[in-house]
């Protein structure tokens, strides 16, 4: 079982820029699809970005796509999103999640593992 924990959040104004990270602990991340989930206050979760578990693909939300860059460090079996431009909509919790041999694809019900969240406040 794959535990995930989220870290580098915090309160960034706006057009700065966050690094969140993404450890895992109990799997290899070569053989997990992964991706970013976020989601605001009385808002759906929504899909962020994701890699495929050979690394082969990386998909964006059109939101995010220009600004955010999804990245994977099989050496520390962590998982990163750099996140530039921010905008006040991008305030949210940020959520990880782990699919064995998954695609990184933007479907919440396909992930088996999920971190507890790391919050993202934008100031304008």
């Known amino acids: 079982q794959v535990q995930l924990v989220e870290s580098g959040g915090g309160l960034v104004q706006a057009g700065g820029s966050l690094r969140l990270s993404c450890a895992a602990s109990?799997?290899?991340?070569?053989?997990?699809?992964m991706a970013w989930f976020r989601q605001a206050p009385g808002k759906e979760r929504e899909f962020v970005s994701g890699i495929a578990w050979s690394g082969a693909r990386t998909t964006y939300a059109d939101s995010v796509k220009g600004r955010f860059t999804l990245s994977r460090d099989a050496a520390k079996n962590t998982v990163y999103l750099l996140m530039n431009g921010l905008k006040p909509e991008d305030a949210a919790v940020y959520y990880c999640?782990?699919?064995?041999?998954?695609?990184?694809?933007?479907?919440?019900?396909?992930?088996?593992?999920w971190g507890q969240g790391t919050q993202v406040t934008v100031s304008s």
């Open positions: 109990g799997g290899t991340l070569s053989t997990y699809g």
């Open positions: 999640a782990a699919m064995y041999y998954g695609l990184g694809l933007p479907y919440e019900r396909e992930y088996q593992f």
